[in-house]
């Protein structure tokens, strides 16, 4: 479709300048971006912002990479405009984003997510070893094209499906850093609410919902039983069969909870009336459908498109979203606990972080897979006591909890749900910088 050589018609933009796309707001970082042909017919879109910093160089600060859940959520879309890019959906200046203390690649991960597209069917990622094979594409040609990156601390920060994919990126790419086959100074993975054990997840909704209030007994007996018929199909190795009753115990929980909403406990937000589609798209719909809202939709697909300039013309922002979702509906169920055990024993640093008022990858779920990690260091980090971090909104109040021991790193982020930089911003800008060593 024209775009068959790595990083085609890539563009970079100079910093204060003003676009004719309507933009009123001129950006201090430089950018960069383009598309990468990981496989025959899969085309992958990426999105650089080089850190814009007033102290330091982008030299001498880290490089992060952010890949969003879903999986069919757009790092370039969600991430960027409604998370922690430079500017926010309305294309204001954000005062938390990380660009302040970082260079920030977001890219569209999976083929077929936000801006990258596939010319086949056939061509969709059906796992985790896919993506991260895809994914080892895009960061060869990346650190091959910008070799002054190569020195530069890089890490990969997830949020929810996205931190099962970084886990198995992670894994990938610190192999191929050992072997010599990719020139990068990889510094760390983190992992935020991140569906690295489902089961774990399914299982502790109904106490953690109970607990809240948010349930009666009769409810927490409903949800139970639907998260036990979860737990019986991943036991069995039936992992469609799983997700399909993922969707139902979903529907269960929003029938006891008059639908609470899974992102936070705290906000509430009605269901779309959804009938005569199979439960994959109502999974797609209720998952990938937030993070493609009508005014993110049109700004992507309006202001975006116009400016990036590079987009084929039958190729829609999040247009083939739920194809995504769908192929990898196989693997959805599966846990990667095993990867985060083999990052930890080659010396990776591994970090994850958690909102207190997620549901969907809830703390409580977290901290039990947590807790069967097979790592060595794991009983001296079970025995630390966790330290509070002040509030920056609010001095003198408590803002997070965290445990670090070794390569290991434990956030628990105080009044935030799944999407935690949008939800506290100055707080996930701390612990960035903590992250990175900047504090």
Not at 9 to 17: E, K, P, Y
Not at 386 to 415: C, E, H, Q, R
Request: charged letters at 20%.
């Amino acid at each position: 479709m024209g775009l068959t050589k790595s990083w085609a018609l890539s563009l970079v933009l100079l910093g204060f300048v003003l676009f004719d796309t309507g933009f009123s707001t001129p950006l201090k970082a430089n950018e960069t971006w383009g598309y990468v042909d990981v496989r025959e017919g899969a085309h992958m879109f990426w999105w650089l912002y080089y850190s814009d910093s007033p102290s330091a160089s982008f030299s001498q600060l880290p490089l992060v990479m952010w890949l969003q859940g879903g999986p069919g959520g757009s790092s370039c879309g969600f991430g960027n405009f409604e998370e922690i890019g430079p500017l926010d959906r309305d294309l204001n200046l954000r005062k938390t984003s990380w660009v302040q203390y970082s260079s920030v690649l977001f890219v569209d991960n999976p083929v077929g997510t936000g801006f990258s597209y596939v010319d086949t069917e056939t061509a969709y990622a059906t796992d985790v070893a896919t993506v991260a094979s895809d994914m080892l594409v895009l960061l060869k040609n990346f650190f091959n094209e910008r070799k002054e990156f190569q020195k530069v601390p890089f890490y990969i920060f997830s949020e929810s499906y996205g931190g099962k994919m970084a886990a198995a990126i992670s894994l990938e790419l610190n192999k191929a850093v050992v072997k010599g086959s990719l020139k990068c100074n990889f510094a760390g993975v983190a992992l935020g609410d991140s569906w690295i054990s489902p089961l774990d997840s399914v299982m502790t909704w109904g106490p953690y919902l109970y607990t809240m209030s948010l349930l009666d007994d009769n409810g927490l007996g409903e949800v139970s039983a639907a998260a036990e018929d979860v737990k019986q199909a991943v036991n069995q190795g039936q992992y469609l069969k799983a997700t399909a009753l993922w969707s139902v115990t979903e529907s269960v929980v929003e029938k006891n909870t008059n639908g609470v909403n899974f992102y936070n406990i705290l906000t509430q937000e009605p269901e779309d009336s959804v009938t005569g589609v199979g439960y994959l798209s109502l999974l797609a719909r209720r998952h990938i459908g937030p993070l493609h809202r009508q005014s993110l939709s049109e700004l992507m697909n309006g202001k975006i498109r116009k400016k990036l300039g590079i987009i084929p013309k039958n190729v829609t922002w999040g247009g083939q979203s739920e194809e995504v979702f769908g192929s990898m509906s196989g693997d959805f169920m599966k846990p990667v606990v095993d990867v985060v055990d083999q990052l930890l024993d080659a010396g990776v640093n591994v970090t994850v972080y958690n909102g207190q008022l997620d549901l969907i990858v809830d703390t409580m779920g977290q901290e039990q897979w947590v807790k069967r990690l097979k790592w060595a260091g794991l009983p001296s980090f079970n025995k630390l006591r966790w330290m509070p971090l002040d509030d920056p909104v609010s001095p003198g109040g408590t803002g997070a909890f965290y445990k670090i021991y070794k390569n290991f790193s434990f956030y628990w982020i105080l009044k935030a749900g799944h999407m935690i930089p949008s939800d506290q911003g100055e707080m996930a800008l701390e612990m960035l910088k903590m992250i990175t060593q900047q504090d």
